[in-house]
């Protein structure tokens, strides 16, 4: 399946896609049919870049609602035949949670859908895990053959079934067949038994000794790496991992090797470490680099300008983000440095991101030019920006209003719209008469909190009607309950 395209966003579509208030407020205003199409393009090609993360399913769901919209075309494609070609749960997990918000909110014909997709559809695990919060316990039980008949008897079908048991989100409905299903009753007491089982297999851990972590960060690499221990010439010559799958492997050891020199290394133990940070293998190079930014080494900022400025992408990426999870003072002094110049390297984005996390008011211009040069070279997505957005907003850079303004019209992300709302309530005069009344309407339940607790409410008769209606909708969360409750409590 092909990735959807995003519509620009001052259309009705580009307004729903992002999640934003105002897609709302447009679909209502607009002719029925095209608010109707502009709904179904949403959810039934999830437009969310990080489906796992950002919220969609109830925006969606109130909109079917208020728009009383047949459930034709998501039946169509949950049913289509990509159905058994495209296995994703990205591709149907946005239609069946849309399906569970209208069953809660008594869309019969919703539940009906649900049921019969987790009896036939690809995705029915999905499909269970919604049911299982809305459906009755008859409306279960009637499932259970159908659901059943996918395992087949036998050792191999057994084993998939208490994988199915032991990876369901809402165990509601197994614990009620397992009453009138043997297999059923079995696999759940197994299940745990499996999981156990699989958390005894332990890896191999490495002797207690820092040499010997150094070269289990490295034990799996060295065979396509070239030769070298912790002296050798490692991947500084060259970025041939980062072009690898098991790249990203070697580096997941790393940081577990890190962790593990918190354990063993002490100070006698610095000039193999600070070796290893300048000269080692990739596995070996990373782990000493993170261990010595934790015990706050003075040779440090040396070594991340030299792994920073290496020709491995992941040694790169590794040591960048290990400059982001620092703190102390000496190396926001760095930092600073590192931010003020004009070269165009990656120490200097990470940098700025570092003082956008941790550094002081004086820090503002730097963040705020940073989050200049991101917008322009990135656009209002880039993934650099999420630090840069919550920087000026934490340093109340005042001159930062503008380019917020733009990420929170232009992003893609609800989660970064979310930061620049939450910027903007600092930083701009006019966040409660303006941004903050859209946001009564956002997809993100932390938008609408944020909106409900900041927006101005005296005089404004549709505010007061959207507080209310979202303190009596039994689907809202309940942050934004306690928020929306509090205003209108306090008159």
Known sequence: MFEPAIAPSASLLGLLQRGRGDGTLHALAAERHDALAALEECVTRDPRRDWQVENRSLYYARLFMELEAPLAGLEAHLFDAWDELDTRESRTGLTLAVLGRLAGYGRRDALQ??????????????????????????????????????????????????????????????????????????????????????????????????????????????????????????????????????????LRRAAAAARLLGAVAGPADRPVLRLAARTGLAGARCAALRHLSEVDDPELPELMELAADDLSEPVVDFALDTLGRMRGEGILVHARAWASRTDGSRLVDAAARLLACAGGPEDAPLVVAALHREVSRSGPD???????????????????????????????????????????????PYFATGAAVECLWDCEEATRELAARHVRTSGNVRVLDRLRRLAADPGEEAEVHAAVRGRLSAG
């Open 113 to 250: 859908l649900l049921r019969r997709y987790a009896a036939e559809g690809c995705n029915w695990a999905w499909a269970l895990d919604e049911l299982a919060v809305r459906d009755s316990d008859e409306g279960l039980r009637e499932l259970a053959d159908a659901v059943l008949a996918r395992f087949p008897e036998g050792p191999e079908g057994d084993t998939e079934l208490r994988a199915a048991i032991r990876d369901a989100y809402e165990p509601r409905p197994w614990h009620l067949w397992a009453a009138g299903h043997p297999r059923v009753a079995a696999a759940t007491e197994r299940a745990p038994f499996d999981l156990w089982q699989r958390q005894m297999a332990r890896p191999q851990t490495p002797e207690w000794s820092t040499e010997a972590v150094l070269a289990w960060a490295d034990a799996e690499a060295e065979p396509s790496l070239g030769a070298g221990g912790v002296g050798g010439a490692g991947l500084g010559g060259g970025a041939g991992i980062a072009e690898r799958p098991e790249g990203r492997a070697t």
């Open 382 to 428: 880039g993934e650099a920006l999420f630090a840069l957005v919550e920087g000026v907003g934490r340093l109340a850079a005042v001159q930062a209003v503008s380019v917020l303004r733009h990420i929170y019209a232009e992003t893609v992300c609800s989660q970064l719209r979310l930061g620049a709302a939450r910027g903007l309530a600092v930083i701009d």
